[in-house]
């Protein structure tokens, strides 16, 4: 139960941050899952799916579920000393975190009309070609193995690709410090891909934030979550020699129309599929 001593911070598209005002856990973030999802229309139908940005509505009993992921990667990684800002679990649907600060960068123009600051950074990492990375590139087959490939988009109402060289030119970090994040997600997307694998489910793709703790130094950990609302999971996947799923004909459907692509997985569990095999 939410306090009314707790503030609202930020409200996102599938979770709530409360900053916690009294008690135990004073001056620490409270991040509730909420059942808000992502998607897309089609043909009068809503298609959900955590790859696309938008909410198009929600889905009972998602943010309870989102949570347990959380829970249970962010324990995991702890064990695998992986560093990041969680720190317990409260309830059914609510976590407890560290105040982290986000990989961002003030408006170096604030006076300029249509200047804005750069508030955070998420790290998309891709075993295979699903999602936004099929419809920007069409001309490589659905499925491909990527081999871990790392991108980096802006956060906000729509996410923006860009680029890590832009991203070093702009000042927003530094060569060596995209080396290090790199290194630190494809690590990360390791774990959480091998933990899955021994339920028999293959991580297709995912996304993770990173920052630093207000009161942790300058040190990089992993913040946010890691839930259904930020992986995309499949069952059934075969792959060949080289990685590439084999049987993608018989899985994937896209389509092309008014310039518009879209791709859909009929092998892709939903979030209370992947409760039942993962939990």
Known sequence: MQKKTDKLIYRGKSKDVYEIREGKYQGKYKMVFTDRATGYKKAGQTIFDPGYDNVVGSIPGKGKIACQFTTKLF???????????????????????????????????????????????????????????????????PCKNLNFVVEAWTKGKSDILITFESLVAAGVVTRSEIKLYRKLVKKIASIVTIALAQ??????????????????????????????????????????????CMIYGQCIKTSYKD???????????????????FL
């Open 75 to 141: 324990r995991l990684l702890k064990e695998k000393h992986i560093p990041t800002h969680y720190i317990e679990t409260v309830s059914d649907d609510a976590v407890i975190v560290e105040p982290a600060i986000p990989i961002s960068m003030k408006e170096e123009a604030a006076g300029v009309p249509g200047s804005a600051p750069l508030v955070n950074l998420e790290f998309t990492w891709r075993n295979n070609n699903m999602g936004s990375f099929w419809r920007r590139y069409p001309f490589v087959r």
């Open 259 to 277: 310039g518009v692509r879209t791709i859909q997985a009929k092998n892709q569990l939903s979030a209370k599929q992947l409760l039942k095999i």
């Open 199 to 244: 339920k028999n489910i293959h991580a297709i793709d995912g996304k993770f934030e990173l920052g630093r703790l207000k009161h942790g130094g300058k040190k990089i950990v992993l913040i946010d979550e890691i839930s259904c609302d930020v992986l995309r999971v499949c069952k059934g996947f075969l792959p060949d020699r080289y990685g590439n």
